[in-house]
Each structure stands twice: as C-alpha cells, then as structure tokens.
C-alpha cells in the first residue's frame, strides 16, 4: 500500500460546480498537509497547506484534515475553468523531517465553460 | 525574483549517454530538492541539500543517479549511463527553513522533461 493515495480522475465539471478532491494516507506521523496545483507542462505550486487537524479557508477553496480517518480533502466552490489543472496532495512529519514530501498522483480537473 | 530555473527543459538522448540536468535555486534559498514525475510513480523525492550538503538521498534510484550543490546557485543531477526507464519529468524545488507548525513553500522550477531512447 502506498503511503498517499489518491484517486487520479480525470474528473470534468461544469463551470460553477462545487469540486471536491481527496487523498488518503496510511503513515499517521504525517502533520503538514498540502495542496499544489499543477498546469499542464509546468512546475507544481503551493495552493494551501494545514498544520495537523481542521479546515482552511482560502477564498473559494478549502482544506480539511480528518487525522482520525486519514483523511484529507480540497473543495473548490464555484469551479471557473482557470481551475483546470492536476491537483496534488502532498504530506510531510513534522521536525526536522518536513521538508521531505510524500505526493499523491494527483487528479485531473477539467472546468468546463 | 526569477524563480527556480532548470536547464535544459527539453533532453532528448539515447541510451547509455549521459544526462545532466541544472538547476539554480531562488536567491537565499538554503534548501534545494530534485524530483522525478512519471505517470507510473507520480511525483516522487530523489534528493535534497540544506546549505549545499546532501541530507536525505534515500530516493536516489540507482547508483547511476548522482547529484551535486558545490555552491548556494547551482546544482546538478546526473545519469550515468542513461535508460529509457529514466524518461521522466524532472523538477527542482527549492525552499528556506520551515519548523513547529510553519511550513515553508518548496518552489519548482518548470522542470527538464527527459526522453531517453
């Protein structure tokens, strides 16, 4: 079993439509929780980022963390066709050791005008 | 600020040839890391350096694979000799230190896309 999973998609919505990505994770020494976000033949790039457990709200996006569960989740309110990209979640420990990321594959959205 | 910035961002090769792949970090930047993406594996960890030494290579896959930093603005990924197998995307990162409950943003460059034949 791998340590991040995540369902690739693709995954394609109607503009306005309410998105929701999410990833698992088996290793509970886990403590920073991200999402990148990544446009076709470019570098991946920082979109949020939680700290242990609980949500984060970023404009129309929001990051939640169930460490119970192992489980975290990314909604996107309102989709607008400028979200079409891949989205990566990404887990790291804490201390010294949180510079090293664990990615999931991603998952492929398409917004679609 | 200009960002990370790779070179090449294309490498076509043919097996057995050697590939270097360069990578220049943001200014001030004292950690720098190399990834590799394939549809297969993902985005994964080979590398990476703090203040130009090597701290974790556990991701490194094979001994044909070596990476250098010999100074804060460069560093270098290496195979040798190169597989078709190695076809990926190559990313390097870089970020400054993080710690308790801050995370510090690792930047990619936009990558080396490597075919080897």
């Known amino acids: 079993q791998k340590e991040v999973e995540q369902d690739p998609g693709p995954l394609s919505v109607p503009e306005g439509a309410i998105v929701s990505l999410n990833c698992t994770y088996s290793?509970?020494?886990?403590?920073?929780f991200m999402w990148y976000r990544q446009y076709s033949r470019k570098g991946p790039e920082l979109l949020m980022y939680?700290?242990?457990?609980g949500n984060k709200e970023d404009g129309r996006f929001t990051a939640q963390v169930d460490k119970s569960s192992k489980y975290i989740s990314l909604f996107i309110r309102d989709s607008q066709p400028s979200d079409s990209a891949t989205y990566l979640c990404?887990?790291?420990?804490?201390?010294?050791?949180?510079?090293?990321?664990?990615f999931g594959k991603g998952t492929l959205l398409t917004v679609n005008p | 600020d200009a960002g990370v910035i790779q070179s090449p961002r294309h490498e076509v090769t043919e097996m057995g040839q050697e590939v270097t792949l360069r990578c220049k970090p943001i200014?001030?930047?004292?950690?720098l890391f190399w990834y590799r993406q394939t549809m297969m594996r993902g985005l994964e960890l080979l590398i990476y350096?703090?203040?130009?030494?090597?701290?974790?290579d556990s991701g490194m896959p094979e001994d044909r694979f070596s990476a250098k930093m010999p100074n804060a603005s460069f560093s270098t990924l290496k195979i040798q000799p190169s597989e078709p197998r190695d076809s990926a995307v190559y990313f390097c990162?870089?970020?400054?230190?993080?710690?308790?409950?801050?995370?510090?943003?690792?930047?990619f460059g936009p990558g080396t896309r490597l075919t080897v034949l």
């Open positions: 990404a887990m790291s420990k804490s201390g010294g050791s949180n510079y090293k990321l664990t």
């Open positions: 939680t700290y242990s457990s």
């Open positions: 200014s001030g930047h004292d950690y």
């Open positions: 350096f703090n203040n130009n030494v090597p701290i974790d």
């Open positions: 990162a870089s970020s400054t230190r993080g710690g308790g409950s801050s995370y510090n943003e690792q930047f």
């Open positions: 290793n509970s020494a886990f403590q920073y």
